[in-house]
């Protein structure tokens, strides 16, 4: 029996109109009851939510007040694990000032503020100067989001990218520093990404087409009119996203080309903003690689000649071709190079072997290298670049399951480990009162799955506990090992927390992504089957009082994970989940579709990409049986995961679902695919995915006895 073995709320749920749609693709003929979600005019849509179809917001609205009202009994709860996350983040808190020239930058927060206040203040300290106050600037908008910023070389500019609708349209403006001011300039329909020419009076910026792909790159000289701003690079494939960055040396500007599986990078001098690109290495299918610019050479991250895991290279600046590339570091198989920073003296590389990161410097006078080393089971580690090249301190941040992050300044000369802080918990938090785990689950093919968990010390090992069960498994993207307030609101209640590494990610290297893509997709959600099981049989939960959750391809994870094996789970939390696959891959007009073909398959050319497809996507394979609680969230505004796809997974499993479990949907009207903005308002989102998974394991009701 899954959860409750009574209707939770009386009333009646919505049940949206099926009017079926009828395409034919491959020779096959497919029927969409629930298509008439999809709103025709979504791309306005993205950039006004009022004109959204009054049908189809009736519906959803009808979803909202539905799901409020089966949840109706958490409301103090909700409250409840909302002040308790509240309480463990520190409301004046700000980060570690990083240096630049005469100036340190920083951002900070006040108490009972959302947004982050961007200062600055003479290096080595001082009196602070306000940059942007995103409070003040969020004021009578119902979502606000600062995307990139960046000061111009000569520390008189600031440029900042704002998405105000949550669609990920960010607009590009510039501040006067000495006045404080914005000036005219304005420029829509961004990317979010800013990069500033040596000049200080000249910025690139990404710009997207009328579908949302990021696909051209500009020229803005400040003063002059955004019509006026020149085309500096065009992407003529579709499949293919553009962003522009810049060297650690600040010496080029770097315009990165690529999919999933494939890159391209064109250099720009940024003491000659107006000159010609140059291009690295034209394009080669399945060839990826990462540009770093040190004195008259290149430095370059690549996979090519078979370096699956990556191996770094180096090129003359004047010729950088590939014929001209010559190896530093070699590859080696299962140690995956995932980030190489050139500074002057030291070349930094971030890599992670046997499933765990590690920091590598070496010495560019002698090739001397060194590792900067870490104890803990399973922990996360992230390497800060900052703005100097000319600098022996690299800054990177550690944490694990049950240690709070830290940020240390370290000497890549000397070694000297500064810790410059330590992420506070006001309410109070001591490591000793949790255990971390690493642990390997035995799939189906010999392939060993790792999950780590995080329990509160006396947690019963006996199969009794509650599992909450996260996943991901898509892109290459892994999934850290790190510190996370919000999930001690469910350990301190009994749950055991679990992140299962599953393949799709690049946790053991590079084969461990390209293990769950395309037509071996199918790994990812048997090594999160084979996990859960794993959990149960060695006595950390039982079957059926498995909580599983994961978002966007995660999401999808979760829409598969219940068609495939719904008795092994008591409940699936779906945030902003990727689940109608085949019709999303089949509509080449929407934002992500042509550049997520490398990843999933295009069924549109391909029989066989079709095939494999049709046979996992969630949608459409919901089937008449009895599925697990479900609660799935939606944002209206959101370009990636477009807010129809959970909408018609819901109605259709409401239509087929022959358990007496809840199916419940809600959708953010005034958000997108991050959710809510603000750091508080994104707790009360958390608050209630966890509220929703306490009450299906009974906990909620107890508390509730236990409060009355």
């Known amino acids: 029996m899954h959860g409750l073995d009574r209707p939770v709320t009386r009333q009646?749920?919505?049940?949206?109109?099926?009017?079926?749609?009828?395409?034919?693709?491959?020779?096959?003929?497919?029927?969409d009851e629930y298509a008439w979600l999809r709103a025709g005019n979504w791309q306005e849509v993205m950039r006004d939510p009022a004109a959204l179809d009054p049908q189809i917001r009736a519906y959803l609205e009808a979803e909202n007040?539905?799901?409020?009202?089966?949840?109706?009994?958490?409301?103090?709860?909700?409250?409840?694990?909302?002040?308790?996350?509240?309480?463990?983040?520190?409301?004046?808190?700000?980060?570690?000032?990083?240096?630049?020239?005469?100036?340190?930058?920083?951002?900070?927060?006040?108490?009972?503020?959302?947004?982050?206040?961007?200062?600055?203040?003479?290096?080595?300290?001082?009196?602070?100067?306000?940059?942007?106050?995103?409070?003040?600037?969020?004021?009578?908008?119902?979502?606000?989001?600062?995307?990139?910023?960046?000061?111009s070389?000569?520390?008189?500019?600031?440029?900042?990218?704002?998405?105000?609708?949550?669609?990920?349209?960010?607009?590009?403006?510039?501040?006067?520093?000495?006045?404080?001011?914005d000036l005219p300039d304005a420029i829509p329909d961004t990317r979010s990404a800013i990069v500033w020419a040596s000049d200080s009076k000249t910025l690139f910026y990404v710009r997207l087409d009328a579908n949302q792909r990021p696909l051209f790159v500009y020229r803005h000289r400040v003063g002059t009119p955004v019509g006026e701003d020149v085309l500096v690079y065009e992407e003529q494939d579709v499949?293919?996203?553009?962003?522009?960055?810049?060297?650690?040396?600040?010496?080029?500007?770097?315009?990165?080309v690529h999919d999933h599986q494939t890159s391209e990078a064109h250099l720009l001098d940024a003491d000659r903003p107006e000159g010609a690109l140059r291009l690295v290495a034209p394009r080669q299918h399945g060839h990826e690689y990462a540009v770093e610019h040190h004195r008259d050479r290149l430095i370059i991250t690549t996979n090519s000649q078979g370096a699956e895991d990556f191996r770094v290279c180096e090129a003359p600046v004047a010729a950088p071709a590939q014929a001209n590339w010559r190896e530093i570091i070699a590859h080696k198989p299962g140690r995956l190079i995932l980030e190489a920073i050139a500074y002057r003296?030291?070349?930094?590389?971030?890599?992670?072997?046997?499933?765990?990161?590690?920091?590598?410097?070496?010495?560019?006078?002698?090739?001397?290298?060194?590792?900067?080393?870490?104890?803990?089971?399973?922990?996360?580690?992230?390497?800060?670049?900052?703005?100097?090249?000319?600098?022996?301190?690299?800054?990177?941040?550690?944490?694990?399951?049950?240690?709070?992050?830290?940020?240390?300044?370290?000497?890549?000369?000397?070694?000297?480990?500064?810790?410059?802080?330590m992420?506070?918990?006001?309410?109070?938090?001591?490591?000793?009162?949790?255990?971390?785990?690493?642990?390997?689950?035995?799939?189906?093919?010999?392939?060993?799955?790792?999950i780590t968990l995080l329990y509160r010390k006396g947690t019963p090992l006996d199969g009794s506990a509650p599992l909450f069960l996260y996943g991901y498994g898509a892109y290459g993207i892994t999934i850290p090992a790190g510190f996370a307030t919000g999930r001690l609101s469910l350990v301190d209640r009994g749950f055991i927390f679990a992140v299962a590494h599953v393949r799709g990610g690049k946790d053991k290297g590079y084969r461990w992504y390209t293990?769950?893509?395309?037509?071996?997709?199918?790994?990812?959600?048997?090594?999160?089957?084979?996990?859960?099981?794993?959990?149960?049989r060695e006595g950390y939960t039982r079957r059926g009082r498995i909580v599983a959750n994961g978002g966007s391809a995660g999401g999808m994870l979760m829409g598969v994970v219940a068609n495939m094996a719904p008795e092994l789970f008591l409940g699936i939390i779906a945030d902003v989940p990727f689940v109608d696959v085949l019709n999303t891959m089949l509509d080449e007009s929407l934002p992500l579709t042509p550049p997520e073909w490398p990843e999933w398959g295009n069924p549109i050319e391909s029989k066989a990409d079709f095939d494999i497809i049709r046979s996992y996507s969630p949608y459409d394979n919901v089937a008449p049986k009895a599925y697990p609680h479900i609660f799935a969230y939606a944002g209206l505004t959101d370009p990636r995961v477009t807010y129809w796809e959970p909408a018609k997974w819901i109605a259709r499993l409401r239509h087929l679902n022959t358990s007496q479990n809840l199916i419940l949907l809600k959708t953010n009207m005034e958000a997108g695919h991050g959710g809510a903005s603000g750091r508080f308002e994104a707790l009360k989102e958390v608050a209630v995915d966890y509220a929703f998974a306490l009450k299906i394991v009974g906990v909620a009701d107890r508390e509730a006895v236990a409060n009355a």
């Not at 919505?14 to 497919?30: M, T």
């Not at 499949?239 to 990165?256: A, M, N, P």
């Not at 590690?358 to 080393?373: L, N, P, T, V």
């Open 12 to 31: 009646l749920p919505p049940i949206a109109q099926r009017q079926p749609k009828f395409s034919v693709q491959h020779g096959l003929e497919l029927v």
């Open 65 to 151: 007040a539905y799901t409020e009202t089966a949840l109706a009994s958490t409301q103090e709860l909700q409250a409840a694990l909302f002040a308790e996350m509240k309480a463990r983040i520190k409301e004046d808190d700000s980060s570690v000032p990083a240096p630049d020239g005469a100036y340190e930058y920083f951002a900070s927060y006040v108490t009972g503020g959302q947004y982050p206040r961007l200062c600055r203040r003479p290096r080595g300290g001082g009196p602070e100067q306000m940059l942007l106050d995103g409070n003040k600037e969020a004021e009578g908008q119902a979502y606000w989001q600062v995307g990139a910023t960046a000061h």
């Open 153 to 181: 070389p000569d520390h008189k500019l600031f440029a900042y990218a704002v998405d105000d609708r949550g669609s990920e349209l960010f607009t590009i403006r510039i501040r006067d520093l000495a006045t404080g001011r």
């Open 239 to 256: 499949g293919f996203y553009v962003g522009v960055g810049q060297t650690q040396s600040g010496k080029f500007i770097v315009i990165d």
């Open 345 to 421: 003296d030291h070349l930094v590389r971030l890599e992670r072997e046997d499933g765990l990161p590690r920091i590598i410097i070496r010495r560019f006078g002698d090739g001397a290298e060194h590792a900067i080393a870490f104890d803990e089971e399973a922990y996360s580690l992230g390497v800060s670049a900052g703005f100097e090249f000319d600098t022996t301190t690299l800054r990177f941040t550690y944490s694990s399951m049950t240690t709070p992050a830290q940020v240390f300044d370290y000497d890549m000369e000397s070694r000297a480990r500064t810790l410059r802080k």
């Open 423 to 450: 992420q506070e918990v006001p309410s109070g938090h001591d490591p000793a009162d949790y255990v971390t785990r690493r642990l390997f689950a035995p799939a189906a093919d010999g392939e060993t799955v790792p």
């Open 515 to 536: 293990d769950g893509k395309l037509e071996e997709k199918l790994n990812t959600f048997t090594d999160f089957i084979a996990a859960g099981e794993f959990l149960a």
